[in-house]
């Protein structure tokens, strides 16, 4: 394939590349003049052999986020390339196909993404089909009943024949799971994948994604709320608040020193069954601003931490050591003053904060 | 002991399709009493949705109730009429389906759907209709600008949140929620659960929940029913449950979760894979997947034995209960 005019300005070993992502939608009426801000500047990286965990609070735009990279919405402003290429100058059909088949989606609600008048395997019979054309109709059905084994749908024969109203909730979301395997994908985009599973089979579905990445090289932005099943899976974290990247990193680094308050807030709202419950936090889990936000850190009528510099500019990632960026002032403050200590004020907080009041 | 707000008999839902009976609840007895919170974990597939539907008189075909009663204050809701079922439900009783998708409108906003809801039940004001959405919308932690939006304009979660915040529309006497809090981040669980625990604490309410998170069973929940192929496996009280766990899939289940503390380590599930349950195995539904199974598991079923104040169906409690006579 010829390498596009438009390739990324340093065309790296990044399988994929975000560069100032953005996606507002207007709210109201089309004379409406009221933005919804699901994600602003995002400078997303997946390398190949990569998964990338994308947590953050609910709404604050992940799955936005995995919606553009599917080319399901266009972005408001931003590009997006993949392996070097532009992905909004695909306009060839046979270019999308070829897109599309790298890089499948696993849709967060599975009770929507699937046709309820087909049976299950009709959805990837027809993935196998449009993107695996070398397959003759006894490999596909071979090829679905070792993707529905694979999520742990057996006896898989039994199950491609049902229909979706058919199955449980956990049942339908490996389904999406599947469909995406058929394809056999360079990245997944992975919408919340396991959150209808027990501890289990989400196992399964965790070694699963880890064999997939170790024997077949595959990526996957793996979008979360169980920060132990990311801390188990993923290379590298992403955490999302109100639309921004407000810090990412190598995972154990961010889970171990998270240098955002928000991170901070997150983990230390993590439960753990074997424990007691945590005292609940002062927390006002007032939601953000994200109609018309204005500058200023989105964080900051929640943040304990919050100066005066924090309503007037937005803060922007910083790094914070290697591979590791926080947006957050005081964050930026206080490892210049410690540069080298390692822990501020704020990580020394952090330390703690399984009972922070 | 008062007589409970809602009390479960023998209840058995099975899918009738063309090819098998699907027995997806066997035979589940339990009681709740007013203001108590009962957790629900299981297995995907297990029959909790199934068990929640058939309390809600929810079901349509294929399902059938083949057995059992569910008497919800004096009343048995399988006997009701549609029509008498409406007056009750959401007044009386609300439900949060799994799937929040499922059970909005997508051509209505959030607003309107709240509207219809409660002007179904009582007149009431548009001025009031519009106090209390946004109330409840603020109460799970939406701006109430989005009143206005349509279902496909929320987030994942927002949606889950807008399903709950209907369902305390009314203060009902029962709230059915399945996994209501899976699309939620810790932070809006833990304050959303708070919440919850509160307004059950004002009103007295009680709460049937399904979930996959056993923090938050361990943390919120009065008593637990763990559930194996469409069977009560263990029902008791949380805290002995979570101590000394006596079904060994129970502990299992324990013992399969991850940590976010302490040194990461292999995660192996349990072994073997959900039965079949249009032919479930003989004796107890467990026993090929059990490690402790005994020669009789494969053709006995076991009862609920009564250890304490926990029941558990499994023969490892015949035995001990006979030693101890
Ligand atoms: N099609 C749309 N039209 C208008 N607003 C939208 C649309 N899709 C998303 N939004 C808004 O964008 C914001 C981000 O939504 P998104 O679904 O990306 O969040 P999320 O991080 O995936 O949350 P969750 O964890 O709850 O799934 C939300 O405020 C949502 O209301
Ligand atoms: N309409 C139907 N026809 C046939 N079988 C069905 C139907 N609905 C559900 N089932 C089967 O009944 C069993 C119980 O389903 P149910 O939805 O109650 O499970 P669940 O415990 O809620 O699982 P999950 O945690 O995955 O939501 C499943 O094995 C499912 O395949
Ligand atoms: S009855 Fe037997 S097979 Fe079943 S759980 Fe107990 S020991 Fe295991
Ligand atoms: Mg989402
Ligand atoms: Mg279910």
């Not at chain 1, 027809?126 to 742990?152: I, M, P, T, W, Y």
């Amino acid at each position: 394939m010829s390498q596009p005019a438009n390739a990324a300005p340093d065309s790296d070993d990044a399988l994929l590349r975000t560069t100032g992502l953005t996606r507002h939608f207007r709210l109201g009426g089309l004379l409406s003049r009221r933005m919804l801000h699901a994600v602003d500047d995002l400078n997303l990286v997946i390398h190949e052999r990569e998964i990338v965990a994308l947590v953050g609070e609910s709404g604050s735009g992940k799955t936005t986020v995995a919606r553009l990279l599917a080319m399901l919405y266009p972005p408001t402003r931003g590009t997006i390339h993949y392996r070097g290429r532009s992905v909004h100058r695909l306009r060839s059909r046979k270019d999308v196909l070829w897109y599309r088949g790298e890089v499948p989606m696993v849709f967060q609600d599975p009770y929507s993404a699937m046709n309820p008048v087909f049976r299950v395997s009709h959805g990837v019979m027809r993935n196998l089909k449009l993107h695996r054309r070398d397959l003759d109709s006894a490999q596909r059905h071979e090829e679905a009943e070792r993707v529905f084994d694979v999520v742990g749908l057996n006896p898989a024969g039994d199950m491609l024949r049902k229909f979706p109203y058919e199955m449980s909730g956990g049942q339908r979301q490996r389904v999406g799971f599947a469909q995406a395997l058929a394809v056999r994908p360079k990245l997944i985009l992975a919408d919340e994948p396991v959150s209808m599973l027990d501890v289990s089979i989400r196992a399964g579905i965790l070694n699963m994604m880890a064999s997939l990445r170790a024997d077949e090289g595959a990526s996957i932005l793996y979008i979360t709320h169980d920060i132990a099943s990311a801390r188990y899976v993923a290379d590298r974290i992403v955490v999302m608040y109100a639309g921004y990247a407000v810090e990412q990193g190598p995972t154990e680094v961010v889970l171990s020193r998270p240098k955002h308050p928000y991170t901070q807030l997150l983990l230390s709202a993590v439960p753990d069954p074997r424990e007691k419950a945590a005292p609940v936090s002062a927390d006002s889990g007032e939601p953000p601003r994200v109609i018309d936000p204005g500058d200023g850190c989105r964080f900051r009528q929640r943040c304990p931490y919050a100066i005066d510099e924090c309503a007037r500019v937005t803060p922007l990632l910083r790094s914070m050591g290697p591979g590791h960026d926080a947006a957050c002032h005081v964050a930026v403050a206080d490892a210049e003053d410690h540069r080298g200590e390692g822990f501020g004020p704020i990580s020394s907080v952090a330390k703690g904060t399984d009972t922070v009041a | 002991m008062p007589e409970p707000l809602l009390d479960v008999e023998d209840l058995s839902v099975s899918y009738l399709t063309d090819t098998a009976e699907i027995g997806a609840v066997d035979r589940v007895t339990l009681t709740l009493q007013a203001g108590e919170f009962l957790g629900v974990v299981g297995e995907s597939g297990c029959g909790k949705s199934t068990l929640l539907f058939a309390i809600a008189q929810l079901l349509s075909p294929p399902a059938e109730i083949t057995s059992g009663r569910v008497v919800f204050r004096g009343q048995d809701l399988v006997r009701l009429s549609d029509s008498e079922l409406r007056h009750v439900r959401w007044r009386d009783y609300s439900v949060v389906m799994q799937s929040a998708m499922n059970a909005l409108n997508p051509m209505k906003s959030i607003g309107a759907q709240f509207k219809d809801t409660m002007r179904a039940h009582e007149r009431i004001s548009a001025d009031a209709i519009r106090t209390r959405s946004a109330e409840v919308l603020h109460l799970v932690g939406i701006d109430d600008a989005h009143l206005e939006s349509y279902p496909h304009q929320l987030s994942g979660g927002m949606r889950q949140r807008a399903m709950i915040a209907m369902a305390l529309l009314f203060t009902p006497q029962l709230v059915i929620m399945d996994e209501p809090t899976s699309a939620l981040d810790v932070v809006a669980q833990r304050s959303l659960m708070t919440q919850i625990k509160e307004l059950q604490q004002q009103f007295g309410f009680a709460v049937i929940f399904v979930t996959h998170d056993m923090s938050v069973i361990a943390h919120y929940s009065d008593r637990v029913m763990v559930m194996y192929a469409g069977q009560v496996a263990e029902i008791g009280d949380t805290g002995s449950i979570f101590e000394s766990p006596l079904h060994p899939y129970s502990r299992g289940l324990l013992d399969a979760f991850p940590s976010v503390r302490g040194p990461r380590r292999p995660l192996s599930g349990i072994p073997g894979s959900p039965p079949d349950l249009g032919r479930p195995p003989s004796g107890c539904r467990f026993h090929p997947r059990c490690s402790e199974a005994m020669a009789q598991c494969t053709t006995t079923e076991p009862p609920l034995y009564s250890v304490g104040d926990t029941q558990v169906r499994c023969l490892l409690y015949a035995e001990q209960l006979r030693d101890a006579v």
